[in-house]
């Protein structure tokens, strides 16, 4: 595989579910992130992650868990969502930091919080 | 703080036409700029990118860019619009050491027939 793959491309869960979003990418890069996709919204970043630290968004509710455990492979947890956080989950990859060079992106995990 | 401002949720041309999506950013840095692809059901693709050095940038498709730093924009032009053009195309702010790349809230183009 090539590229930056993301699964499941689809989730359906309940506010008391607990679920988690893969991505995995295979570029040897060194940072990955996670940006959340709404409607009529500005792609929003969640986290990132790097050889050399953890940056998160701090307006990010604590309902939304990452985990990095290599460069290769990020894992957003999920657990008691609420409907609002219904949206196109976007991992995306990079060499170095994003403003020299360009990110990676995956297809998207689209989830649904009934 | 940086910011993007794309003027036009959608835009739509004639197959053939000019195609020109605006977007007008703020930044208390030097800034770089991208633009983003979004084509259904996939992730976003850069289209082209300005960091430093010459200010018209050509990307991948026949688009490209020009920034204008006077006028803080960095409009996105393509001469002749082609059917695989329907996407939606986001413009992208960062600066110097840091990893938040802000993006607009998107054009979605369509090209009609």
Redo the contacts between chains.
């Keep these: 595989e090539t590229g930056?793959t993301q699964t499941p491309r689809h989730l359906v869960m309940g506010m008391t579910n607990k679920k988690s979003l893969k991505c995995e990418q295979h570029l040897g890069h060194n940072?990955m992130?996670w940006y959340k996709q709404s409607a009529?919204?500005?792609?929003e970043?969640m986290f990132?992650y790097?050889l050399e630290e953890r940056?998160e968004n701090n307006s990010v509710p604590s309902r939304f868990s990452p985990e990095c455990p290599n460069s290769s492979h990020l894992f957003l947890h999920l657990h008691t969502l609420q409907p609002e956080d219904s949206a196109l989950y976007?991992c995306?990859s990079s060499q170095d930091?994003?403003?020299?060079g360009?990110?990676f992106?995956?297809?998207?995990s689209r989830l649904t919080v009934l | 703080a940086q910011s993007?401002t794309q003027l036009g949720?959608h835009v739509s041309v004639s197959e053939g036409a000019l195609v020109l999506l605006r977007c007008n950013y703020s930044s208390s840095v030097p800034p770089?700029l991208?633009w983003?692809v979004q084509y259904p059901?996939?992730?976003?693709?850069?289209l082209l990118?300005y960091?430093t050095g010459a200010t018209l940038v050509k990307g991948i498709n026949g688009f490209e860019a020009e920034f204008k730093k006077s006028e803080t924009s960095f409009h996105l032009t393509k001469p002749s619009a082609h059917m695989s053009d329907a996407a939606e195309y986001?413009c992208a702010v960062?600066?110097?050491?840091?990893?938040?790349?802000?993006?607009?809230?998107?054009t979605k183009l369509s090209v009609i027939p």
Excluded at chain 1, 40 to 43: E, F
Excluded at chain 1, 97 to 100: A, I, K
Excluded at chain 2, 94 to 106: C, E, I, M, N, V
């Design positions: 930056v940072a992130y009529k919204k500005p792609l970043l990132v790097s940056v976007l995306a930091r994003v403003n020299t360009e990110l992106f995956g297809e998207g | 993007v949720s770089y991208f983003y059901n996939q992730g976003l693709q850069l990118k960091t986001f960062s600066g110097a050491g840091s990893y938040q790349l802000t993006f607009g809230k998107g």
